[in-house]
């Protein structure tokens, strides 16, 4: 069984189109997270769930939308694609919001052409 | 600001060992994490130092001085299936985020 799990992995999408990201993680944790890795592999956190209530939004575009419907899942909106949305996207999750080992998903490639 | 400075590569021969180091300036810090991402893979947890000292796990030890704001992973043994980017991160007290240094691409060769 897969800890996180994270679908599409492979995301080819017009300029302009809107996509959604799904991520589940069956190690009942309390935390969720979405992460960005650039082409540069420079890993940053956008949003960070405990418990179904957002703790962490980072400076991102509210072209990006979180939602988590419970907490083993964690899903990414994103409105009005641009190419520099291009990049990997991890979803991770952690026992706690203070616990220091992080499971990652195995990221899901965004190509917006 | 929050930033951390690890080298942008690393090249050693099998059975060799090889540190790679991360200093970092942040706010509110908890402690230092390091993971490991092979191409193409997700980021796997390796360590993590909330005190000063050496903290040993297998052939992977991670170092942490906080009077510094230092620390680094030191591998021995190296083997072929290590070649990767090893990654230092930071937890910072505003919801337990994790920080991520750029990486080190480290290359083992025969």
């Known amino acids: 069984d897969t800890a996180v799990s994270q679908t599409p992995k492979y995301l080819v999408t017009q300029m302009g189109n809107d996509k959604s990201i799904k991520c589940e993680q069956n190690l009942g944790h309390d935390t969720m997270y979405w992460y960005k890795q650039d082409s540069k592999k420079f890993l940053k956190i956008m949003f960070s769930?405990?418990?179904?209530?957002?703790?962490i939004n980072e400076t991102v575009p509210n072209r990006f939308s979180p939602k988590s419907p419970d907490k083993a899942h964690l899903n990414l909106h994103i409105n009005s694609l641009e190419l520099g949305d291009s990049a990997v996207y991890f979803c991770?999750?952690?026992?706690?919001?203070?616990?220091?080992?992080?499971?990652f998903g195995q990221g899901t490639r965004l190509t917006v052409v | 600001g929050q930033s951390l400075e690890q080298p942008s590569e690393v090249t050693a021969v099998e059975g060799a060992i090889v540190q790679i180091n991360c200093t970092y300036q942040?706010?509110?810090?908890?402690?230092l994490s390091w993971y490991q991402q092979h191409d193409g893979g997700a980021p796997t947890f390796l360590s993590y130092n909330a005190l000063d000292g050496l903290e040993e796990t297998g052939r992977f030890s991670s170092f942490l001085s906080r009077s510094d704001s230092y620390g680094y992973l030191l591998l021995q043994e190296l083997q072929m299936k290590d070649s990767a980017s090893y990654f230092c991160a930071v937890r910072v007290y505003q919801g337990g985020k994790l920080i991520f240094g750029q990486g080190t691409e480290l290359s083992v060769k025969p």
């Open positions: 991770a999750s952690s026992r706690t919001h203070q616990n220091t080992e992080a499971f």
């Open positions: 769930y405990n418990n179904k209530e957002l703790i």
């Open positions: 942040t706010s509110g810090f908890y402690g």
